[in-house]
């Protein structure tokens, strides 16, 4: 067990193509870090080089106290799970998952006590005989984590483990691995590119995009305090939402308000005094952040203030049974800044920013919400928990540098 | 839905009509191997009206214009396929394995090299290799034909595995790798394994090559003990009277192998061959 340290860290492909640059990470003993982000942005090139499966450009890798730039993969004492699980097609599950422990000339009876300790605690006793062919798809992720697990090593990484299983199988192997890794004790790299497969098992999360990581935090941190609109739209689902808005103070007694468009809001004192930068931005343009869980049936919360609401016309109403999503247009520009168009397009480009003076926002309402299509809805907005994002570099504003930010 | 309808019954005609067309041949081989050269003469076509082994027997202890057993033919034609491909896929494996696993630009170019050794013919060759093949004093021997075969068919063996280990993930060899196993180890343990059924279609290919080529034979060892079953069907093609019982006798003889191989190994056959098609 140990930690794994990259230090300024970069890949290059022989093509040229820079894979990763300048990462900056430290992995505790026994934590369980998540890299995620969308699709190319290097989360799998980060953790070959962990696992010695691609050679690292620039900068240092640490397992340990040891530098492992130059060890070769079968001296670092790593397990991997790989996406596709790359089980031996020729070798019995047995087999499969002693294949480590034979290399390393552990004793037969050793080897014996280890692979059935791995196989009772991931159910597979029965299959033990079976070829990997004649399995089902979640127990061949289970025999994956098996030859991971028997082997005892120093760290282990795991490239989307879980992106080839079923929903509802995914949802449970989730808990299972978090399970698995606490009970262990083993330092774990996950990469995954589903957020909520990150918040909910990391001990921390690192997000990355292009390369480059953006802030790395635990899950409750990246939540509440995104550095910046990347992390921001990319964490939480559905996704915030990010309409462009003015900031002003209000005539001197040191309260602030936003406008959207036509409408006002009224900033509570609490979070001008969690984000003091706030303060220069008064009579500014800015990107306001609201999430669609602050967003309420404003007819279900009668005491919300009348300075605290969004009219909006709903367009489509999603029941989902603990809630209603509803997606209503508001008057108000949507954020254009070049940022909110590269996080639409890294988030597959369905969404389009609307032309013209309307934005559609997604608010997550009770479930007796009356709220209907064709219909103007009342949105109590829960301010304090609003977010705001410099239009031009896309930082959140907070006091100064967030603890975890990367620049 | 599976009812017997004219279109039905017309096609199961056809399928008779070409069945028996592609049978015919044999249909005559077989039976004329089976007759007397009297018999043979006066109805060729016929069922044999006294069922004989004779030429069989004939065939196999006494050879014709040559003078060569038909049974020293037989086993010279194994030794000769089984040597080949055996040189073959140990040096074709790990050569294909290799040009597959680098991605460097040499390892294309020599890529390029096997291919184009494989359209170029190679009886372009043929009157240099003769020479060369004199000058090391092989001529007429086992040697030469194995080293002449080896060098023939490797790019096409090479190209086979080549191609084959591209399309292989290298998953399971970075699983190894992972797991604590060498290179060296990697690919004896995971990969030789995995290798099988492509090994399977490169021994098909290449050793029917072998099996029924008659001109490298014909070229390189004519006239000596250690000709191949095709020369040796051959040399009973006489000069005034031609042996044709005695011939599909040694026919039926040189196939027997051949079907026993097919019929153990069907699938590798068949793979084999579709995949020689889509390359
Ligand atoms: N072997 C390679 N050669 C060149 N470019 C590569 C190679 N592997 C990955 N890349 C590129 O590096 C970037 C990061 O890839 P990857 O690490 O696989 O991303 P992720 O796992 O986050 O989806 C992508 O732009 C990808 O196209
Ligand atoms: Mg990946």
Redesign the pocket.
């Given at each position: 067990m140990a930690e794994v340290r990259f230090d300024r860290v970069s890949k290059v492909?022989p093509?040229g193509?820079r894979?990763v640059s300048s990462m900056e990470l430290e992995i505790g003993d026994e934590e369980f870090m998540v890299l995620v982000?969308p699709?190319?942005?290097?989360?799998?090139?980060a953790l070959r080089m962990v696992a010695g499966l691609e050679e690292i450009s620039e900068g240092e890798l640490r397992i340990g106290e040891r530098v492992v730039n130059d060890v070769p993969s079968r001296d670092r004492d790593i397990a991997m799970v790989f996406q596709s699980y790359a089980l031996y097609p020729h070798l019995s599950v047995y087999e499969n998952i002693a294949f480590g422990l034979r290399l390393k000339k552990v004793p037969k009876d050793e080897i014996d006590r280890r692979v059935r300790d791995a196989a009772s605690v991931l159910d597979l006793t029965e299959w033990l005989k079976r070829k990997p062919r004649n399995l089902s798809g979640g127990q061949r992720q289970r025999v994956a984590m098996g030859r991971a697990i028997v082997r005892h090593p120093q760290a282990f990484l795991m490239d989307e483990p879980l992106s080839n299983l079923d929903a509802k199988l995914r949802v449970q192997m989730r808990a299972e691995i978090a399970r698995l890794q606490s009970d262990l004790g083993v330092t774990t790299i996950y990469v995954t590119h589903d957020q909520i497969e990150a918040m909910t098992m990391g001990d921390r999360v690192a997000v990355m995009r292009k390369g480059r990581l953006q802030q790395v935090a635990t899950p409750q941190e990246l939540y509440d305090r995104p550095v910046n609109l990347f992390v921001g739209g990319f964490i939480g689902s559905p996704a915030m939402n990010l309409v462009q808005a003015r900031l002003e103070a209000s005539d001197g007694d040191g309260s602030y308000a936003v406008t959207v468009g036509d409408q006002r809001l009224s900033l509570p004192q609490e979070l001008i005094a969690a984000r003091p930068a706030l303060r220069d931005w008064s009579g500014r343009e800015l990107v306001l952040g609201i999430r669609p869980e602050s967003l309420q049936d404003a007819a279900l919360a009668a005491d919300a203030p009348a300075d605290r609401r969004l009219r909006a016309h709903v367009t489509l109403r999603e029941a989902l049974g603990s809630e209603v999503d509803v997606h209503a247009t508001i008057a108000a520009r949507s954020a254009e800044t070049e940022h909110v168009r590269e996080l639409i397009e890294d988030r597959g480009g369905l969404e389009t920013l609307e032309e013209g003076g309307e934005t559609t926002i997604v608010g997550r309402l009770a479930p007796r919400t009356t709220a209907a299509e064709g219909e103007t809805v009342e949105l109590a907005v829960d301010t304090a928990a609003l977010h705001f994002f410099d239009p031009d570099s896309g930082l959140g504003i907070y006091a100064a540098q967030t603890e975890g930010a990367v620049s | 839905m599976n009812r017997y309808t004219k279109l039905t019954a017309m096609r199961e005609l056809s399928f008779w009509v070409v069945g028996a067309i592609v049978l015919a041949p044999l249909y005559v081989l077989i039976v004329l191997s089976l007759k007397t050269k009297q018999d043979a003469t006066a109805s060729p076509f016929g069922l044999p009206t006294n069922p004989t082994f004779e030429n069989y027997t004939r065939a196999w202890s006494s050879g014709g214009a040559t003078g060569v057993p038909f049974s020293t033919a037989l086993f010279n034609s194994v030794f000769t396929t089984v040597v080949v491909v055996a040189v073959l896929i140990a040096l074709a494996a790990p050569a294909g394995y290799a040009i597959a696993r680098r991605t460097s630009r040499l390892s294309n170019w020599i890529f390029a090299l096997f291919v184009v050794g494989i359209i170029l013919p190679m009886q372009l060759g043929l009157v240099p290799l003769f020479v060369f093949v004199g000058r090391l004093g092989l001529s007429g021997t086992r040697l030469s034909l194995v080293l002449v075969y080896v060098g023939v068919l490797m790019p096409l063996a090479v190209f086979l595995y080549a191609t084959f280990f591209r399309a292989l993930p290298r998953d399971y060899e970075e699983a190894a790798e992972v797991d604590g196993a060498s290179h060296v180890r990697a690919f004896v343990q995971i990969v030789l394994p995995l290798m099988r059924p492509i090994t399977g279609t490169v021994a098909i290919l290449c050793g029917l090559a072998v099996w029924k080529d008659f001109f490298i034979p014909l070229v390189f060892v004519n006239g000596t003990d250690n000709v191949t079953l095709p020369v040796a069907i051959y040399s009973f093609v006489g000069q005034n009277v031609t042996d044709w019982n005695l011939i599909f006798a040694s026919i039926v003889i040189a196939m027997a192998p051949v079907l026993i191989v097919y019929v153990l190994m069907q699938r590798y056959v068949l793979r084999g061959f579709v995949t020689g098609v889509r390359g």
């Amino acid at each position: 067990m140990a930690e794994v340290r990259f230090d300024r860290v970069s890949k290059v492909y022989p093509d040229g193509t820079r894979a990763v640059s300048s990462m900056e990470l430290e992995i505790g003993d026994e934590e369980f870090m998540v890299l995620v982000g969308p699709s190319g942005c290097g989360k799998t090139t980060a953790l070959r080089m962990v696992a010695g499966l691609e050679e690292i450009s620039e900068g240092e890798l640490r397992i340990g106290e040891r530098v492992v730039n130059d060890v070769p993969s079968r001296d670092r004492d790593i397990a991997m799970v790989f996406q596709s699980y790359a089980l031996y097609p020729h070798l019995s599950v047995y087999e499969n998952i002693a294949f480590g422990l034979r290399l390393k000339k552990v004793p037969k009876d050793e080897i014996d006590r280890r692979v059935r300790d791995a196989a009772s605690v991931l159910d597979l006793t029965e299959w033990l005989k079976r070829k990997p062919r004649n399995l089902s798809g979640g127990q061949r992720q289970r025999v994956a984590m098996g030859r991971a697990i028997v082997r005892h090593p120093q760290a282990f990484l795991m490239d989307e483990p879980l992106s080839n299983l079923d929903a509802k199988l995914r949802v449970q192997m989730r808990a299972e691995i978090a399970r698995l890794q606490s009970d262990l004790g083993v330092t774990t790299i996950y990469v995954t590119h589903d957020q909520i497969e990150a918040m909910t098992m990391g001990d921390r999360v690192a997000v990355m995009r292009k390369g480059r990581l953006q802030q790395v935090a635990t899950p409750q941190e990246l939540y509440d305090r995104p550095v910046n609109l990347f992390v921001g739209g990319f964490i939480g689902s559905p996704a915030m939402n990010l309409v462009q808005a003015r900031l002003e103070a209000s005539d001197g007694d040191g309260s602030y308000a936003v406008t959207v468009g036509d409408q006002r809001l009224s900033l509570p004192q609490e979070l001008i005094a969690a984000r003091p930068a706030l303060r220069d931005w008064s009579g500014r343009e800015l990107v306001l952040g609201i999430r669609p869980e602050s967003l309420q049936d404003a007819a279900l919360a009668a005491d919300a203030p009348a300075d605290r609401r969004l009219r909006a016309h709903v367009t489509l109403r999603e029941a989902l049974g603990s809630e209603v999503d509803v997606h209503a247009t508001i008057a108000a520009r949507s954020a254009e800044t070049e940022h909110v168009r590269e996080l639409i397009e890294d988030r597959g480009g369905l969404e389009t920013l609307e032309e013209g003076g309307e934005t559609t926002i997604v608010g997550r309402l009770a479930p007796r919400t009356t709220a209907a299509e064709g219909e103007t809805v009342e949105l109590a907005v829960d301010t304090a928990a609003l977010h705001f994002f410099d239009p031009d570099s896309g930082l959140g504003i907070y006091a100064a540098q967030t603890e975890g930010a990367v620049s | 839905m599976n009812r017997y309808t004219k279109l039905t019954a017309m096609r199961e005609l056809s399928f008779w009509v070409v069945g028996a067309i592609v049978l015919a041949p044999l249909y005559v081989l077989i039976v004329l191997s089976l007759k007397t050269k009297q018999d043979a003469t006066a109805s060729p076509f016929g069922l044999p009206t006294n069922p004989t082994f004779e030429n069989y027997t004939r065939a196999w202890s006494s050879g014709g214009a040559t003078g060569v057993p038909f049974s020293t033919a037989l086993f010279n034609s194994v030794f000769t396929t089984v040597v080949v491909v055996a040189v073959l896929i140990a040096l074709a494996a790990p050569a294909g394995y290799a040009i597959a696993r680098r991605t460097s630009r040499l390892s294309n170019w020599i890529f390029a090299l096997f291919v184009v050794g494989i359209i170029l013919p190679m009886q372009l060759g043929l009157v240099p290799l003769f020479v060369f093949v004199g000058r090391l004093g092989l001529s007429g021997t086992r040697l030469s034909l194995v080293l002449v075969y080896v060098g023939v068919l490797m790019p096409l063996a090479v190209f086979l595995y080549a191609t084959f280990f591209r399309a292989l993930p290298r998953d399971y060899e970075e699983a190894a790798e992972v797991d604590g196993a060498s290179h060296v180890r990697a690919f004896v343990q995971i990969v030789l394994p995995l290798m099988r059924p492509i090994t399977g279609t490169v021994a098909i290919l290449c050793g029917l090559a072998v099996w029924k080529d008659f001109f490298i034979p014909l070229v390189f060892v004519n006239g000596t003990d250690n000709v191949t079953l095709p020369v040796a069907i051959y040399s009973f093609v006489g000069q005034n009277v031609t042996d044709w019982n005695l011939i599909f006798a040694s026919i039926v003889i040189a196939m027997a192998p051949v079907l026993i191989v097919y019929v153990l190994m069907q699938r590798y056959v068949l793979r084999g061959f579709v995949t020689g098609v889509r390359g």
